[in-house]
Protein backbone atom coordinates (compact mmCIF):
# COMPACT_ATOMS: atom_id res chain seq x y z
CA UNK A 1 0.00 0.00 0.00
CA UNK A 2 1.50 3.41 -0.63
CA UNK A 3 2.30 5.91 2.00
CA UNK A 4 2.83 9.18 2.40
CA UNK A 5 5.49 11.16 4.04
CA UNK A 6 4.92 15.00 5.39
CA UNK A 7 8.05 17.31 6.01
CA UNK A 8 6.99 20.14 8.69
CA UNK A 9 9.77 23.05 8.78
CA UNK A 10 8.72 24.68 12.38
CA UNK A 11 10.25 27.56 14.29
CA UNK A 12 11.66 25.24 16.75
CA UNK A 13 12.53 22.11 14.37
CA UNK A 14 11.56 19.65 12.09
CA UNK A 15 8.53 17.07 12.47
CA UNK A 16 7.98 14.00 9.84
CA UNK A 17 4.43 12.44 9.71
CA UNK A 18 4.14 9.03 8.19
CA UNK A 19 0.74 6.89 7.56
CA UNK A 20 -0.45 4.41 4.82
CA UNK A 21 -2.43 5.16 1.65
CA UNK A 22 -5.76 5.81 4.06
CA UNK A 23 -3.68 8.47 5.80
CA UNK A 24 -5.69 8.39 9.23
CA UNK A 25 -3.58 7.10 11.36
CA UNK A 26 -0.06 8.96 12.20
CA UNK A 27 3.07 8.46 13.43
CA UNK A 28 5.49 11.76 14.36
CA UNK A 29 8.53 12.00 14.46
CA UNK A 30 10.60 14.97 15.89
CA UNK A 31 11.44 17.34 17.04
CA UNK A 32 14.65 16.92 14.54
CA UNK A 33 17.19 19.81 14.67
CA UNK A 34 15.76 20.81 17.50
CA UNK A 35 15.53 24.66 18.59
CA UNK A 36 16.03 25.49 15.05
CA UNK A 37 14.17 27.34 12.45
CA UNK A 38 13.40 24.77 9.53
CA UNK A 39 12.25 26.98 6.66
CA UNK A 40 11.72 24.39 4.12
CA UNK A 41 12.19 20.71 4.02
CA UNK A 42 11.62 18.99 0.72
CA UNK A 43 12.31 14.99 -0.63
CA UNK A 44 14.14 14.30 -4.50
CA UNK A 45 11.49 13.14 -6.64
CA UNK A 46 14.37 11.29 -8.50
CA UNK A 47 15.02 9.43 -4.92
CA UNK A 48 12.86 9.78 -2.29
CA UNK A 49 15.14 8.89 0.37
CA UNK A 50 17.60 11.59 -0.69
CA UNK A 51 15.57 15.04 1.28
CA UNK A 52 17.45 18.40 1.52
CA UNK A 53 16.64 20.52 5.17
CA UNK A 54 17.63 24.36 5.34
CA UNK A 55 18.51 24.64 8.91
CA UNK A 56 19.00 28.26 10.39
CA UNK A 57 19.09 30.63 12.88
CA UNK A 58 19.46 33.88 14.27
CA UNK A 59 22.96 33.20 16.54
CA UNK A 60 24.44 30.59 14.40
CA UNK A 61 23.75 31.27 10.50
CA UNK A 62 22.59 28.70 7.88
CA UNK A 63 23.14 24.93 7.73
CA UNK A 64 22.17 22.95 4.81
CA UNK A 65 20.92 19.14 5.81
CA UNK A 66 20.64 16.11 4.05
CA UNK A 67 19.01 12.66 4.84
CA UNK A 68 19.83 9.79 2.33
CA UNK A 69 17.65 7.34 4.11
CA UNK A 70 14.07 8.88 4.05
CA UNK A 71 14.49 11.23 6.86
CA UNK A 72 16.11 8.63 9.13
CA UNK A 73 19.49 9.95 9.70
CA UNK A 74 20.68 13.57 8.73
CA UNK A 75 23.82 15.01 7.71
CA UNK A 76 25.75 18.17 6.64
CA UNK A 77 26.79 17.12 2.98
CA UNK A 78 30.27 16.37 2.73
CA UNK A 79 30.58 16.61 6.13
CA UNK A 80 30.75 12.99 7.66
CA UNK A 81 28.65 13.01 10.78
CA UNK A 82 30.09 12.92 14.12
CA UNK A 83 33.34 13.06 14.48
CA UNK A 84 36.65 15.12 13.95
CA UNK A 85 37.50 16.02 10.73
CA UNK A 86 41.32 14.04 10.59
CA UNK A 87 44.04 14.66 7.80
CA UNK A 88 44.23 14.01 4.91
CA UNK A 89 41.21 13.52 4.36
CA UNK A 90 39.39 16.89 5.59
CA UNK A 91 36.50 17.46 4.32
CA UNK A 92 35.84 21.29 3.15
CA UNK A 93 32.49 22.04 5.03
CA UNK A 94 31.60 24.20 2.33
CA UNK A 95 27.56 23.45 2.36
CA UNK A 96 26.76 26.51 4.30
CA UNK A 97 28.21 28.61 1.92
CA UNK A 98 26.42 30.86 -0.14
CA UNK A 99 28.57 33.20 -1.83
CA UNK A 100 27.14 35.82 -4.02
CA UNK A 101 28.56 35.84 -7.88
CA UNK A 102 30.28 38.98 -8.23
CA UNK A 103 32.69 38.02 -10.76
CA UNK A 104 32.76 40.75 -13.64
CA UNK A 105 31.64 37.71 -16.51
CA UNK A 106 28.76 36.28 -14.63
CA UNK A 107 28.05 38.54 -11.67
CA UNK A 108 29.08 41.61 -13.21
CA UNK A 109 29.58 42.54 -9.78
CA UNK A 110 25.90 43.29 -8.81
CA UNK A 111 26.50 44.48 -4.82
CA UNK A 112 23.54 46.80 -4.23
CA UNK A 113 19.36 46.86 -4.12
CA UNK A 114 16.80 48.76 -3.10
CA UNK A 115 16.61 49.36 0.87
CA UNK A 116 13.42 50.55 2.55
CA UNK A 117 14.23 54.16 2.88
CA UNK A 118 15.18 53.97 -0.99
CA UNK A 119 18.76 54.24 -0.95
CA UNK A 120 21.02 51.39 -2.29
CA UNK A 121 21.79 48.76 0.35
CA UNK A 122 24.40 46.06 -0.23
CA UNK A 123 23.42 42.18 -0.86
CA UNK A 124 23.80 40.29 2.54
CA UNK A 125 23.30 36.56 2.63
CA UNK A 126 20.50 35.11 5.44
CA UNK A 127 18.92 32.05 5.09
CA UNK A 128 17.80 29.77 2.70
CA UNK A 129 13.87 29.90 2.12
CA UNK A 130 13.06 27.15 0.31
CA UNK A 131 15.19 24.27 -1.36
CA UNK A 132 13.74 22.47 -4.95
CA UNK A 133 15.49 19.09 -5.93
CA UNK A 134 16.08 18.22 -9.87
CA UNK A 135 12.92 16.89 -10.85
CA UNK A 136 15.89 13.67 -12.21
CA UNK A 137 19.20 13.89 -10.12
CA UNK A 138 18.72 13.73 -6.45
CA UNK A 139 22.14 15.23 -6.41
CA UNK A 140 21.24 18.77 -8.52
CA UNK A 141 18.94 20.88 -5.98
CA UNK A 142 18.47 24.88 -6.29
CA UNK A 143 18.07 27.60 -3.83
CA UNK A 144 15.95 30.61 -2.75
CA UNK A 145 17.93 32.55 -0.35
CA UNK A 146 17.31 35.59 1.06
CA UNK A 147 19.17 38.27 0.36
CA UNK A 148 17.18 36.88 -3.15
CA UNK A 149 19.26 35.17 -5.11
CA UNK A 150 19.34 31.86 -6.98
CA UNK A 151 21.74 28.92 -5.98
CA UNK A 152 22.38 25.36 -7.59
CA UNK A 153 24.06 22.37 -6.21
CA UNK A 154 25.40 19.93 -8.48
CA UNK A 155 27.14 17.49 -5.78
CA UNK A 156 23.93 16.91 -3.29
CA UNK A 157 24.30 19.73 -1.34
CA UNK A 158 28.26 20.20 -0.43
CA UNK A 159 28.53 23.42 -2.85
CA UNK A 160 26.71 26.14 -3.93
CA UNK A 161 27.13 27.99 -7.06
CA UNK A 162 24.94 31.27 -7.64
CA UNK A 163 23.23 31.70 -10.61
CA UNK A 164 24.12 34.91 -11.15
CA UNK A 165 22.53 35.68 -14.15
CA UNK A 166 19.20 35.87 -12.22
CA UNK A 167 20.52 39.26 -9.94
CA UNK A 168 22.49 40.59 -13.06
CA UNK A 169 20.25 40.64 -15.49
CA UNK A 170 18.97 44.39 -14.64
CA UNK A 171 16.30 44.99 -12.84
CA UNK A 172 18.25 43.68 -9.44
CA UNK A 173 19.03 47.43 -7.91
CA UNK A 174 14.86 48.13 -8.03
CA UNK A 175 14.33 44.98 -5.68
CA UNK A 176 13.61 45.81 -1.97
CA UNK A 177 12.65 43.66 0.62
CA UNK A 178 9.09 42.85 1.73
CA UNK A 179 7.96 43.10 6.00
CA UNK A 180 9.53 39.42 5.85
CA UNK A 181 12.83 40.33 4.18
CA UNK A 182 13.99 40.15 0.67
CA UNK A 183 13.51 36.55 -0.35
CA UNK A 184 13.74 34.15 -2.94
CA UNK A 185 11.00 31.53 -1.79
CA UNK A 186 9.44 29.65 -4.96
CA UNK A 187 11.20 27.37 -7.40
CA UNK A 188 9.03 25.98 -9.80
CA UNK A 189 10.84 23.86 -12.65
CA UNK A 190 9.24 23.16 -15.54
CA UNK A 191 8.56 19.20 -15.81
CA UNK A 192 8.22 19.31 -19.77
CA UNK A 193 11.14 21.73 -20.67
CA UNK A 194 14.40 21.37 -18.26
CA UNK A 195 15.82 24.33 -19.41
CA UNK A 196 12.44 26.31 -17.95
CA UNK A 197 12.38 27.68 -14.37
CA UNK A 198 10.16 30.01 -12.40
CA UNK A 199 10.86 31.77 -9.31
CA UNK A 200 9.64 34.64 -7.03
CA UNK A 201 10.81 37.25 -5.15
CA UNK A 202 9.76 39.33 -2.22
CA UNK A 203 9.08 42.04 -3.11
CA UNK A 204 10.50 41.95 -6.73
CA UNK A 205 7.56 39.67 -8.58
CA UNK A 206 7.84 36.65 -10.39
CA UNK A 207 10.80 35.50 -13.20
CA UNK A 208 11.59 33.08 -15.97
CA UNK A 209 14.58 31.65 -17.24
CA UNK A 210 14.30 29.49 -20.66
CA UNK A 211 17.82 28.75 -20.86
CA UNK A 212 18.75 26.82 -18.05
CA UNK A 213 19.32 29.94 -15.43
CA UNK A 214 21.74 32.32 -17.56
CA UNK A 215 19.17 34.74 -18.67
CA UNK A 216 16.28 35.63 -16.92
CA UNK A 217 13.08 38.22 -17.40
CA UNK A 218 10.50 39.71 -15.40
CA UNK A 219 6.90 38.15 -15.61
CA UNK A 220 4.96 40.76 -13.99
CA UNK A 221 2.90 42.03 -16.58
CA UNK A 222 -1.10 42.01 -15.07
CA UNK A 223 0.25 42.02 -11.87
CA UNK A 224 -1.81 45.63 -10.23
CA UNK A 225 -0.10 46.66 -6.28
CA UNK A 226 -1.61 49.87 -5.30
CA UNK A 227 1.22 49.66 -2.33
CA UNK A 228 4.18 50.76 -5.00
CA UNK A 229 4.63 54.52 -6.77
CA UNK A 230 3.24 52.92 -10.49
CA UNK A 231 0.90 49.74 -9.43
CA UNK A 232 1.78 48.11 -12.91
CA UNK A 233 5.18 48.32 -12.59
CA UNK A 234 7.64 45.99 -13.90
CA UNK A 235 9.18 45.29 -10.76
CA UNK A 236 8.31 45.56 -7.32
CA UNK A 237 5.10 43.36 -6.58
CA UNK A 238 5.09 41.75 -3.23
CA UNK A 239 4.71 37.67 -4.72
CA UNK A 240 4.01 35.34 -2.15
CA UNK A 241 3.60 31.71 -3.92
CA UNK A 242 3.40 30.42 -7.11
CA UNK A 243 2.44 26.96 -8.19
CA UNK A 244 2.10 25.09 -11.48
CA UNK A 245 0.47 21.45 -12.81
CA UNK A 246 2.98 19.27 -13.42
CA UNK A 247 0.59 18.61 -16.30
CA UNK A 248 0.36 22.18 -17.77
CA UNK A 249 3.29 23.82 -16.68
CA UNK A 250 2.45 27.02 -18.67
CA UNK A 251 -0.28 27.95 -16.68
CA UNK A 252 0.84 29.61 -13.50
CA UNK A 253 -1.53 30.21 -10.04
CA UNK A 254 -0.19 33.27 -7.98
CA UNK A 255 -1.24 34.31 -4.51
CA UNK A 256 0.08 38.10 -4.11
CA UNK A 257 0.23 40.32 -1.44
CA UNK A 258 -3.69 40.92 -2.72
CA UNK A 259 -4.78 39.37 -5.63
CA UNK A 260 -5.37 36.08 -6.61
CA UNK A 261 -3.54 35.58 -9.69
CA UNK A 262 -3.55 33.22 -12.94
CA UNK A 263 -1.80 32.87 -16.33
CA UNK A 264 -1.86 31.14 -18.93
CA UNK A 265 1.15 31.78 -21.09
CA UNK A 266 4.07 31.10 -18.73
CA UNK A 267 3.83 34.15 -16.53
CA UNK A 268 3.83 36.83 -19.61
CA UNK A 269 0.91 38.29 -19.14
CA UNK A 270 -1.34 37.67 -15.61
CA UNK A 271 -5.61 38.20 -14.87
CA UNK A 272 -6.94 38.76 -11.50
CA UNK A 273 -9.08 35.13 -10.49
CA UNK A 274 -9.73 36.03 -6.98
CA UNK A 275 -13.48 36.46 -7.99
CA UNK A 276 -15.70 35.28 -4.86
CA UNK A 277 -13.05 34.98 -2.09
CA UNK A 278 -13.90 36.93 1.40
CA UNK A 279 -10.36 38.60 1.44
CA UNK A 280 -7.57 38.05 -2.03
CA UNK A 281 -5.06 38.63 0.60
CA UNK A 282 -3.42 35.47 1.29
CA UNK A 283 0.10 33.49 1.29
CA UNK A 284 -0.45 30.01 0.31
CA UNK A 285 -1.88 28.88 -3.30
CA UNK A 286 -1.77 24.93 -4.04
CA UNK A 287 -3.26 22.71 -7.44
CA UNK A 288 -4.78 19.34 -6.85
CA UNK A 289 -2.48 16.46 -7.85
CA UNK A 290 -4.71 15.24 -10.91
CA UNK A 291 -6.99 18.55 -11.70
CA UNK A 292 -5.35 20.87 -13.32
CA UNK A 293 -8.28 23.66 -12.70
CA UNK A 294 -8.66 22.58 -9.23
CA UNK A 295 -6.50 25.12 -7.18
CA UNK A 296 -6.40 25.66 -3.24
CA UNK A 297 -5.74 29.18 -1.25
CA UNK A 298 -5.89 30.07 2.39
CA UNK A 299 -7.34 33.88 2.47
CA UNK A 300 -6.13 35.96 5.19
CA UNK A 301 -8.19 39.48 6.68
CA UNK A 302 -5.46 41.61 5.53
CA UNK A 303 -1.88 43.09 5.36
CA UNK A 304 -2.40 44.49 8.62
CA UNK A 305 -4.14 41.41 10.34
CA UNK A 306 -2.25 38.39 9.72
CA UNK A 307 -4.63 35.68 10.53
CA UNK A 308 -7.76 33.93 8.71
CA UNK A 309 -11.50 35.99 8.23
CA UNK A 310 -13.93 36.05 10.95
CA UNK A 311 -12.32 33.55 13.30
CA UNK A 312 -13.03 30.95 10.92
CA UNK A 313 -10.00 28.53 9.23
CA UNK A 314 -11.54 28.05 5.55
CA UNK A 315 -9.76 26.67 3.25
CA UNK A 316 -10.97 28.01 -0.48
CA UNK A 317 -11.58 25.88 -3.41
CA UNK A 318 -12.14 26.50 -6.88
CA UNK A 319 -12.37 24.03 -9.69
CA UNK A 320 -12.21 26.00 -12.37
CA UNK A 321 -9.32 27.49 -12.47
CA UNK A 322 -10.00 30.81 -10.11
CA UNK A 323 -12.81 33.07 -9.55
CA UNK A 324 -15.55 30.65 -8.16
CA UNK A 325 -14.77 29.15 -4.99
CA UNK A 326 -16.09 27.44 -2.43
CA UNK A 327 -15.28 27.57 1.67
CA UNK A 328 -13.76 24.18 3.05
CA UNK A 329 -14.35 24.23 6.51
CA UNK A 330 -15.51 20.58 8.06
CA UNK A 331 -13.21 19.69 10.24
CA UNK A 332 -11.81 23.13 10.35
CA UNK A 333 -12.01 25.31 13.66
CA UNK A 334 -14.67 27.72 12.68
CA UNK A 335 -14.77 30.34 15.48
CA UNK A 336 -12.21 31.87 18.10
CA UNK A 337 -9.10 30.67 15.34
CA UNK A 338 -6.23 33.39 14.51
CA UNK A 339 -3.90 31.92 13.11
CA UNK A 340 -1.79 32.04 9.50
CA UNK A 341 -0.55 29.61 6.74
CA UNK A 342 2.38 30.53 5.34
CA UNK A 343 3.61 30.80 1.69
CA UNK A 344 5.55 27.33 1.67
CA UNK A 345 3.13 25.79 4.75
CA UNK A 346 0.60 24.05 1.68
CA UNK A 347 1.38 20.45 -0.58
CA UNK A 348 -0.56 17.78 -1.82
CA UNK A 349 -0.07 14.54 -2.28
CA UNK A 350 -0.63 12.55 -5.61
CA UNK A 351 -2.75 9.35 -4.01
CA UNK A 352 -6.41 9.10 -5.39
CA UNK A 353 -8.20 10.84 -3.91
CA UNK A 354 -5.73 13.59 -3.61
CA UNK A 355 -4.62 14.33 -0.41
CA UNK A 356 -3.91 18.71 0.57
CA UNK A 357 -1.59 19.85 3.90
CA UNK A 358 -1.46 22.60 5.29
CA UNK A 359 -0.08 24.12 8.30
CA UNK A 360 -0.62 27.15 10.66
CA UNK A 361 1.38 29.65 12.42
CA UNK A 362 -0.26 27.71 15.73
CA UNK A 363 1.49 24.70 15.51
CA UNK A 364 -1.26 22.75 13.79
CA UNK A 365 -0.34 20.50 10.95
CA UNK A 366 -4.07 19.42 9.14
CA UNK A 367 -4.78 16.73 6.24
CA UNK A 368 -7.22 16.24 3.42
CA UNK A 369 -7.75 12.88 2.23
CA UNK A 370 -10.75 13.69 -0.04
CA UNK A 371 -9.30 16.72 -1.98
CA UNK A 372 -10.17 19.08 0.83
CA UNK A 373 -13.88 17.89 1.06
CA UNK A 374 -12.79 16.80 5.08
CA UNK A 375 -9.76 17.72 7.36
CA UNK A 376 -8.91 16.47 10.73
CA UNK A 377 -5.50 17.92 12.42
CA UNK A 378 -2.51 15.40 12.34
CA UNK A 379 -1.14 17.46 15.09
CA UNK A 380 -1.85 20.44 16.69
CA UNK A 381 0.67 22.07 19.12
CA UNK A 382 3.93 21.98 17.00
CA UNK A 383 6.07 25.27 17.43
CA UNK A 384 4.61 27.42 14.29
CA UNK A 385 5.00 25.71 11.13
CA UNK A 386 6.93 27.74 8.42
CA UNK A 387 6.51 24.55 6.18
CA UNK A 388 4.95 21.47 4.67
CA UNK A 389 5.87 19.15 1.95
CA UNK A 390 4.90 15.78 1.18
CA UNK A 391 6.37 12.82 -0.52
CA UNK A 392 3.94 9.83 -2.04
CA UNK A 393 5.74 6.64 -1.71
CA UNK A 394 5.14 3.69 -2.89
CA UNK B 1 46.43 22.83 24.15
CA UNK B 2 43.35 25.64 24.12
CA UNK B 3 40.18 24.96 25.70
CA UNK B 4 37.02 26.44 23.82
CA UNK B 5 33.37 25.73 25.13
CA UNK B 6 30.63 26.60 22.77
CA UNK B 7 27.20 26.98 22.92
CA UNK B 8 24.98 24.02 22.96
CA UNK B 9 23.19 24.34 19.89
CA UNK B 10 26.94 24.41 18.19
CA UNK B 11 28.03 21.31 20.57
CA UNK B 12 24.97 19.21 18.96
CA UNK B 13 26.00 20.22 15.79
CA UNK B 14 29.71 18.86 15.88
CA UNK B 15 28.56 16.25 18.27
CA UNK B 16 30.89 16.95 21.34
CA UNK B 17 30.33 18.05 24.63
CA UNK B 18 30.49 21.04 26.42
CA UNK B 19 34.37 21.95 25.91
CA UNK B 20 36.94 20.73 22.85
CA UNK B 21 40.48 21.47 22.92
CA UNK B 22 42.29 22.66 20.38
CA UNK B 23 46.51 22.79 19.55
CA UNK B 24 47.93 26.42 17.92
CA UNK B 25 51.19 26.52 16.43
CA UNK B 26 53.02 29.47 17.44
CA UNK B 27 51.38 32.97 18.83
CA UNK B 28 47.92 31.91 19.80
CA UNK B 29 45.30 34.38 18.45
CA UNK B 30 41.45 34.23 18.27
CA UNK B 31 42.06 33.54 14.76
CA UNK B 32 44.23 30.78 14.55
CA UNK B 33 41.92 28.98 17.27
CA UNK B 34 39.05 29.35 15.28
CA UNK B 35 40.54 28.44 12.16
CA UNK B 36 42.18 25.75 14.14
CA UNK B 37 38.39 24.77 15.85
CA UNK B 38 36.75 24.75 11.90
CA UNK B 39 39.45 22.70 10.48
CA UNK B 40 38.46 19.87 13.44
CA UNK B 41 34.86 20.69 13.00
CA UNK B 42 33.95 21.65 9.40
CA UNK B 43 30.37 21.53 10.42
CA UNK B 44 31.10 24.99 11.88
CA UNK B 45 32.00 26.56 9.49
CA UNK B 46 30.04 29.75 8.98
CA UNK B 47 28.61 29.34 12.44
CA UNK B 48 30.44 31.14 14.50
CA UNK B 49 32.01 33.68 11.91
CA UNK B 50 30.71 34.47 8.26
CA UNK B 51 31.74 32.29 5.60
CA UNK B 52 32.83 34.36 3.67
CA UNK B 53 33.58 37.95 5.17
CA UNK B 54 34.88 35.65 8.48
CA UNK B 55 33.48 38.62 10.85
CA UNK B 56 31.82 37.42 13.95
CA UNK B 57 28.36 36.79 13.99
CA UNK B 58 26.14 39.53 15.65
CA UNK B 59 25.06 37.59 18.57
CA UNK B 60 28.02 35.63 19.32
CA UNK B 61 30.38 36.62 21.78
CA UNK B 62 33.88 35.55 22.63
CA UNK B 63 34.83 35.56 26.88
CA UNK B 64 37.66 34.81 28.20
CA UNK B 65 39.26 35.99 31.66
CA UNK B 66 36.11 37.59 32.59
CA UNK B 67 36.81 39.86 29.86
CA UNK B 68 35.16 40.35 26.15
CA UNK B 69 37.46 39.86 23.80
CA UNK B 70 34.70 40.11 21.04
CA UNK B 71 35.62 43.70 19.93
CA UNK B 72 39.47 43.08 19.94
CA UNK B 73 41.45 42.20 16.89
CA UNK B 74 41.12 38.71 16.02
CA UNK B 75 45.01 38.73 15.50
CA UNK B 76 45.49 39.74 19.08
CA UNK B 77 47.69 37.42 21.40
CA UNK B 78 45.02 35.88 23.91
CA UNK B 79 45.90 35.91 27.46
CA UNK B 80 48.37 33.67 29.04
CA UNK B 81 45.64 31.80 30.63
CA UNK B 82 44.07 30.52 27.51
CA UNK B 83 47.27 29.65 25.96
CA UNK B 84 47.97 27.45 29.07
CA UNK B 85 44.70 25.76 29.09
CA UNK B 86 44.08 27.28 33.03
CA UNK B 87 41.11 28.90 31.48
CA UNK B 88 38.57 28.37 28.47
CA UNK B 89 38.13 30.56 25.81
CA UNK B 90 34.51 30.84 25.80
CA UNK B 91 31.89 31.36 22.39
CA UNK B 92 28.67 32.28 24.23
CA UNK B 93 25.16 32.96 21.89
CA UNK B 94 23.43 36.65 23.07
CA UNK B 95 20.45 35.91 25.35
CA UNK B 96 17.80 36.71 23.35
CA UNK B 97 14.72 35.69 21.25
CA UNK B 98 12.43 33.13 22.24
Known amino acids: M ?8 TRKGAFILTADGKRDKWDVSGPHFAGWEMYHMKGSPADPNRIYASQTSGWFGQIIQRSDDGGKTWHQPGTPPGDAAKPPEMPK ?13 TGKPLTTHQWYDGTQHPWEFKRVWHLEPSLTDPNTVYAGVEDAALFRSTDGGETWKELSGLRGHGTGPKWQPGAGGMCLHTILLDPKDPKRIYIAISAAGAFRTDDG ?24 HCVHHVAMHKARPNVLYMQKHWDVMRSDDAGDNWREVSGNLPTDFGFVIDVHA ?3 ETIYVVPIKSDSEHYVHEGKLRVFRSKSGGNEWEALT ?3 PQSNCYVNVLRDAMAVDSLDKCGIYFGTTGGQVYASADAGDSWAPIVRDLPAVLSVEVQTLP | MIRVVLPPHLRTLAHVGSEVTVE ?17 YPMLRGTIRDHVTLQRRPFLRFFACEQDLSHDSPDAPLPDAIVSGKEPLIVLGAIAGG
Open chain 1, 330 to 332: KGL
Open chain 1, 290 to 292: HDP
Open chain 1, 93 to 105: GESNKFAYDTSPE
Open chain 1, 2 to 9: SKVRVLAG
Open chain 1, 213 to 236: GNSWKPINRGLRSQYIPDPNAEIG
Open chain 2, 24 to 40: VEGQATLRLVLDELEAR
